[in-house]
């Protein structure tokens, strides 16, 4: 392929992603339904076992899975260059949306306006959730195996909410799942050469940043960190990120008021792209006492926080995944991986719908969203749009 074509399809990919950046919402699971949709079944840069692979890594490693797929994918197109490029564009509009609803935020706050105009958006997040899990697990849930693996999964996840549950089930997935690897076909394996460099770099960044912030006590180096340190430790999405955050940030540095976290919970939910985004609402309201400029900068520091250590993992594990796969217990492994993610999304799924579960208008917002999901081919961001008309109608 020549330099002007392999730009130009270069071009078109950024361009795919810029897309999905401005209509992807409802979390990893609704993300990886639209991801196939379009970067498989459209433009075919891969195929959808390649993908699901490969959301299969980022769900083992710490960071946000959606935002380490498409860099993934990324890096598989075009190399690191693209990969980077690929982070930025997915990740571009989600910061200056919530950004902006810091700045919004803090704005009605100081004019006393309510927010209730977002009511119906949370149970249209569970919607999506639902429906995100119902249309993965056909894809991958394939034997009794995999459904106790799924039931198991959501029954644990639901009863014991806790970070580390999540790594422990989809690690557990895997090693059950890998017992079966006698059934399936051998292929030649390969030399497994590991590059330690993503991950010297990303510890030497985590180090510097704190020795600075201690030093210089400067805010935006000290948001830097603190949301490096949980970009590097958070397994699970955005539904473990956002208790971490609200513990750090609220209840020990009282940064953020428990309204104005939530209210950032509910806007999340509105913003296409990352759920991970709710770290820049918060590194946003975080230096509110310092003016548009310095939210600005708070929600830049916050973005790069959080989303670096995630890549700086997928260039470590990427490169020897493909030789990593052709064991036949890594490759049998995947399917418990597949069933215990769905199950942990069909989890979280219940615990946000649980306290609206009594409730007739978020009750009937969920089963609305799941009909209109299931029976019409309407975007996921004007159901959104709808939602957001219908509160300022009940406001």
Request: glycine share 10%; charged share 10%.
């Amino acid at each position: 392929m020549s330099l002007p074509v392999r730009r130009f399809r270069y071009l078109i990919y950024l361009m795919d992603i810029l897309l999905l950046a401005f209509t992807a919402f409802g979390g990893p699971q609704v993300h990886l339904m639209m991801m196939i949709e379009r970067l498989v079944h459209k433009r075919g840069y891969l195929s959808e076992e390649e993908l699901l692979e490969l959301q299969a890594l980022c769900q083992v490693l710490p960071g946000p899975s959606s935002t380490q797929t498409v860099t993934a994918i990324g890096l598989k197109i075009g190399g690191q260059p693209l990969a980077y490029l690929t982070l930025i564009i997915w990740s571009l509009p989600a910061m200056i949306l919530m950004s902006m609803a810091g700045i919004g935020i803090h704005y009605l706050e100081q004019n006393d306006i309510s927010l209730s105009f977002t009511r119906f958006v949370g149970p249209m997040a569970v919607g999506f959730l639902i429906f995100g899990a119902y249309k993965i697990a056909k894809k991958v849930i394939h034997n009794q195996q995999d459904w106790i693996l799924l039931v198991l999964s959501i029954i644990l996840a639901y009863l014991y909410p806790s970070p580390y549950m999540t790594p422990i089930l989809i690690v557990s997935g895997g090693v059950i799942a890998s017992i079966n690897f006698s059934k399936l076909e051998k292929m030649e394996k390969g030399p497994i050469k590991i590059s330690w460099r993503p991950l010297i770099f990303w510890i030497s960044v985590l180090i510097t940043a704190a020795i600075i912030g201690n030093i210089t006590r400067s805010l935006p180096v000290r948001l830097f960190e603190n949301f490096y340190r949980n970009g590097s430790l958070v397994f699970g999405g955005g539904q473990v990120l956002i208790p971490m955050l609200f513990n750090e940030f609220v209840e020990f540095k009282h940064y953020l008021t428990n309204q104005e976290f939530l209210s950032g919970m509910a806007l999340t939910q509105v913003v296409p792209g990352p759920v991970f985004s709710i770290a820049t609402f918060v590194g946003s309201l975080s230096m509110k006492g310092q003016g548009m400029a310095g939210q600005l900068l708070g929600g830049l520091v916050a973005t790069a926080g959080i989303f670096l250590p995630g890549t700086f993992f997928i260039f470590f594990a990427y490169p020897f995944w493909d030789q990593l796969k052709k064991y036949r217990g890594i490759r049998a492994s995947l399917a418990g991986i597949h069933a215990t993610s769905c199950g942990l999304t069909l989890a979280a799924a219940i615990t946000l719908f649980e306290p609206m579960s009594d409730q007739t208008l978020p009750l009937a917002t969920v089963v609305g969203t799941l009909l209109i999901l299931y029976f019409t081919k309407v975007p996921s961001y004007l159901i959104i749009i709808g939602g957001l008309i219908l509160g300022l109608i009940f406001h």
